[in-house]
């Protein structure tokens, strides 16, 4: 099959051998693949898969690794041991874990688990979910990036006595913002340096944006929080704020440590972005002001069939996050292009 291969670090679109499914597997044609920051963090910091000793994700640099786990596909194979309940030429999407003999891999981030920058890939018959939908597979793709702000948004539980600001109008900031809406918590202050970014974040349901290089988020975030309908709203006195919850979502050094020495005493911090090279942090800072901060991880099963289920009925609309589609020849300077942070959301590869 032909692929966008990672090798010691540089990307080539070339042809290699077709993955063979091993029980319980399907294969599967790549109908289209999101490039993701995760993608770009895994090829960058090979220290960081090195150091997974989960064996989950691993960055051999010596040998070929397909990226690509926001995807949409077709079944055209079974591996032994399969039940064969999804026909064959059905589309179909997961959770991107493929269950192998060595245990659970990444799909994407390992050379046995190939990943959706190429023509063919694996993918779990369990994990596997139908796509019940017209929408185009571009689109469909992207449900694997809403379901993570999805996921946090939903275990932030965010009340009526709160207010949430996101940092970072990522895919991630963005279905955070899609994702309290949907719950009807709001207003939601989103803040990205980019108009781009801060313009879909408007129109993913954000109820005011900021430009950090202009204005003090947090002192957005004090100013309407003190708005007299807000404030009634929430049944707090003119003295008082609602709860402030902020979603971290961007993943560079710097801005974590930036929130909690900004924000109010008894923030719930929503971390989301983790830098692979790390963060230096002032928990001095954090302590005095009671702040609880957790650290996001994937999202869960039921919260990403919830996403799943979001994209493919249309009730959550993300063609604002969509730019361009590519093809496999154009992955390696579609990378590139990803790590404009004034750029498209999301590039769409078609290797077909």
């Known amino acids: 099959m032909r692929a966008a291969v990672l090798r010691a670090g540089a990307v080539e679109t070339r042809v ?77 999407s997961s959770l991107p874990v493929l269950t192998t003999p060595g245990g659970r891999k990444i799909i994407g981030q390992n050379p046995e688990s190939p990943g959706g920058f190429g023509e063919y890939f694996l993918l779990t018959e369990a994990a596997a979910r139908t796509v019940v939908s017209d929408l185009p597979s571009e689109v469909v793709c992207v449900a694997d990036a809403i ?75 004090r100013d309407l929080a003190r708005a007299p309908a807000e404030s009634a709203a929430r049944g707090v006195g003119a003295a008082g704020l609602p709860g402030c919850v902020v979603f971290e979502c961007v993943g560079v050094p710097g801005v974590l440590d930036s929130i909690i020495r900004g924000c109010e005493r008894g923030t719930r911090i929503f971390s989301v972005g983790g830098p692979p090279e790390g963060e230096r942090l002032h928990t001095l800072t954090a302590k005095r002001k009671g702040l609880n901060i957790q650290f996001g991880g994937g999202p869960s099963p039921v919260h990403w069939d919830e996403a799943f289920d979001a994209v493919c009925s249309g009730s959550l609309d993300v063609t604002p996050m969509l730019g361009r589609t590519v093809a496999l020849d154009d992955v390696p300077a579609a990378l590139d292009a990803a790590r404009d942070a004034d750029g498209p959301v999301r590039i769409v590869v078609v290797p077909g």
């Open 16 to 92: 290699i051998g077709d993955p063979v499914p091993g029980p319980g597997q399907l294969l599967v044609r790549a109908l289209a693949c999101g490039i993701c920051a995760s993608d770009l963090h895994f090829m960058d910091h090979p220290e960081a898969g090195a150091e997974d000793d989960s064996g989950m994700s691993t960055y051999d640099q010596d040998v070929d690794i397909v990226m690509g786990h926001e995807y949409c596909a077709e079944v055209v194979g079974y591996g032994p041991g399969t039940e064969r309940r999804i026909p064959l030429g059905t589309r179909v």
């Open 147 to 221: 379901a993570v702000g999805w996921s946090a948004a939903a275990r932030a539980r965010v009340t009526t006595r709160e207010m949430a600001l996101v940092v970072g109008c990522g895919a991630i900031g963005l279905s955070v913002i899609a994702h309290l809406r949907h719950l009807g918590r709001g207003p939601v202050i989103a803040v990205d340096f980019m108009a781009s970014r801060r313009e879909t974040a408007l129109a993913m349901g954000a109820d005011a944006v900021v430009d950090p290089a202009e204005a003090s988020p947090f002192q957005a975030w």
